[in-house]
């Protein structure tokens, strides 16, 4: 269906600002309880928000809500989200972590053409392994104007058992209408690079409509779409085992948490089960997920927070209530260099792994993650930009290494669609190597992750912070290779 812009913001659109609600009430995430197919309806669209603190402005939202609607659903059910697109450009849902069949991964121009405006697209997958994800929009920066959620899948048998659950979902806001695109600059296309291919049409020195945009400068971190003292406290009853799930889908923040009083206890990163380890600190990156449980054995008011980052920005802060207990200005976690800061190679299998059944021959990348120097808007993996970029071939059955360096000064969240890895620990055997979706890999680390090539198709490969992304830190795992390079023409 073809609409123009024009009269799309005059009728469908204007609806949903001038009330604030999408525009099918009924069918809000609200499954219907057929057997085993979970559906959900979500309508994508600009709406006007408040974060509970700070003005009005228009993000944009699946269902009107910030963040999206949680799907929660039992492992081996069958997810339906039937997805109506009311923003005024193409878009698409990725289901991040999830291993999803290659053409439900929701990446435009890569594993189906991006959902235009009026149109409807209908995901469908198994809901499988249990664990904490995320979905979130793949198109342009509209994973910044707030078009992410959380996807819990409950584990059919349950391991272990608590008195409470929260989700939380960590956000970085800026508090302008538009979000990322209207309230950031684009960069100009200097600082040309020899030897990168199909680059030379973007000569000169003028920002234009390719050229990416410089990350903003964010003035709100919220919780489930609340800044603090507007965001609701984790509430808890002394002796509760509390279990909190959380997810960061920020487009630029790597968060530092720790709760005031309490200790908590990692036992899944990325939805998979790690064996429990106690810390002071969880450092949680772009698109990674911890859970985490504590015992409410200090009654009183306290506060999870994040670690002040610099001058100027704003704390995320979450109170932790005792019921009963009143009054009480939270008490904040005081961060010390001697804390302990969970690492991930402090961390093992909680029992040991099947042995990845991999044919006896495997395939090694070694990938260079740079960018960010002497004024190039780009960020680059081997000097490629995205999608003019490399092509890393696998075969089904291998397993496959990939070498990431960080020759940067920024950190990386380095994320595989379509698979779980093994972070590789010459400290333990592989059987006990943890798995993940997302790695964080520091300035100038080498980070080495394996995986087995067992989900065929054209699977993105790339840093999740947004603004490197689309800057053209990326490339595609390819299970059948045409070519070694992407074109522009696929785009
Ligand atoms: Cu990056």
Known sequence: MQISRRTFLKTALGAIISTGLPIFPAAYGAPKKTARVREFHFSASPTR???????NFTAWTFNGQIPGPEIRVKEG????VVLKNYLPEGTTIHWHGVPVPNNMDGVPGLTQNAVMPGEIFVYEFQARPAGSYIYHSHAKYQLDQGLYGPLIIEPSNPRDSYDREYTLVLEDWVMKDGGGVAITKRRPPMGMMGGMRGMGGMGGGFPSNDSPLLEPIYDAYAVNGRVYPEVEPLVVARGDKVKLRLL??????????MLA???????????????????????IGMGERYDVEFV?????TWLLAAAEKGAGEGMLRIPLQYQGVQGKEPVPPLFKPQLRLANYWDFQAPYPADEIAARSDSRFYSQVLSGGMMGSPFWTINGFVYPNAERLGVTQGERVQIDYWNRSMMPHPMHLHGHFFKLVNPALPRSYWIQKDTVIVNPMQRVMIEFLADNPGRWFHHCHNLYHMEAGMANVVDYEPQLGFESEANR
């Open 49 to 55: 928000v408040n974060l509970g603190v700070g003005p």
């Open 77 to 80: 059910e069958t997810i339906r």
């Open 248 to 257: 960061n889908p920020s487009s630029a923040t790597i968060y530092d948490l």
């Open 261 to 283: 009083g309490h200790l908590l206890t990692i036992t899944h990163m990325d939805g998979r089960p790690v064996k429990p380890l106690e810390t002071d600190v969880i450092r």
């Open 296 to 300: 409410a054995n200090n009654p009183g």
